[in-house]
């Protein structure tokens, strides 16, 4: 659970009011040296109620830079339930640098669109992921770059639970290392799928995609 987060979105009521659309968006440099901690946190604690959907978007237009330890650029908890008409997007730049950190989680049952139009960096950590996914519902993709440069077990996208797609344009690339993965599935309700590039460029024991316990995958991209 995250202790801090430069922007944070959460209710002061149960439901949400009626025909109301909430907008935030990052478009400076967030910089996050702790550990637990949240660039872009939405936190819907009481969503649950009543079946309820939020309308919500959030975007990065500027750059989140992930120093300390276990933190997040954007993500959703739990009990966060966002509608179809909900987008959020990383269009700028997301930097991970600490370990067992995340670019984009998605948790919960949301229906939004979850989206990386932007570039997503690990750099010189160790277990730690571009997208990671936990969730019931929502349309998830990388659409442009996920970089892992000299980690170690980590991974471009992982999804636990859910369907992630590294769409026709969506590139991953791993230089360096060792054990990363470019794409990795895990359980029988994990489902990934490349329509894009994975390249594996050097390091050891590195993988383009990877799925155990049932998980299902797809690749009609390139993996090289």
Same mark, same amino acid.
């Given at each position: 659970?995250?202790?801090?987060?430069?922007? #944070?979105?959460?209710?002061?009521?149960?439901?949400?009011?009626?025909?109301?659309? *909430?907008?935030?968006? +990052?478009?400076?440099?967030?910089?996050?040296?702790?550990?637990?901690?949240? /660039?872009?946190?939405?936190?819907?604690?009481?969503?649950?109620?009543?079946?309820?959907?939020?309308?919500?978007?959030? *975007?990065?237009?500027?750059?989140?830079?992930?120093?300390? +330890?276990?933190?997040?650029?954007?993500?959703?908890?739990?009990?966060?339930? #966002?509608?179809?008409?909900?987008?959020? %997007?990383?269009?700028?730049?997301?930097?991970?640098?600490?370990?067992?950190?995340? /670019?984009?989680?998605?948790?919960?049952?949301?229906?939004?669109?979850?989206?990386?139009? &932007?570039?997503?960096?690990?750099?010189?950590?160790?277990?730690?992921?571009?997208?990671?996914?936990?969730?019931?519902?929502? +349309?998830?993709?990388?659409? %442009?770059?996920?970089?892992?440069?000299?980690?170690?077990?980590?991974?471009?996208?992982?999804?636990?639970?859910?369907?992630? $797609?590294?769409?026709?344009?969506?590139?991953?690339?791993?230089?360096?290392?060792?054990?990363?993965?470019?794409? #990795?599935?895990?359980?029988?309700?994990?489902?990934?799928?490349?329509?894009?590039?994975?390249?594996?460029? &050097?390091?050891?024991?590195? $993988?383009? #995609?990877? $799925?155990?316990? +049932?998980?299902?995958?797809? %690749?009609?991209?390139?993996?090289?």
């Amino acid at each position: 659970m995250t202790i801090q987060a430069a922007f #944070l979105f959460t209710q002061e009521d149960t439901n949400p009011t009626a025909n109301a659309y *909430y907008t935030f968006q +990052n478009d400076g440099t967030v910089k996050m040296d702790g550990s637990d901690s949240a /660039g872009i946190s939405i936190a819907i604690v009481n969503a649950t109620t009543n079946n309820t959907y939020w309308d919500i978007s959030a *975007y990065n237009n500027g750059n989140i830079i992930l120093n300390g +330890n276990s933190n997040y650029g954007i993500m959703t908890s739990e009990k966060t339930r #966002l509608s179809l008409n909900s987008i959020v %997007n990383n269009a700028g730049k997301i930097e991970i640098n600490g370990e067992e950190s995340v /670019g984009i989680a998605v948790l919960g049952n949301s229906k939004a669109k979850f989206e990386n139009t &932007g570039e997503i960096e690990i750099i010189n950590t160790k277990k730690s992921s571009g997208f990671y996914g936990n969730f019931v519902d929502g +349309n998830v993709l990388n659409s %442009n770059i996920i970089n892992i440069v000299n980690s170690e077990t980590s991974s471009g996208i992982r999804s636990e639970a859910g369907i992630i $797609l590294n769409d026709g344009i969506g590139v991953i690339t791993i230089s360096g290392g060792e054990k990363n993965i470019g794409m #990795l599935g895990i359980g029988n309700n994990a489902n990934i799928k490349n329509s894009g590039n994975i390249t594996v460029n &050097g390091g050891e024991k590195n $993988l383009g #995609l990877y $799925l155990e316990n +049932n998980a299902v995958g797809s %690749n009609d991209g390139i993996i090289a």
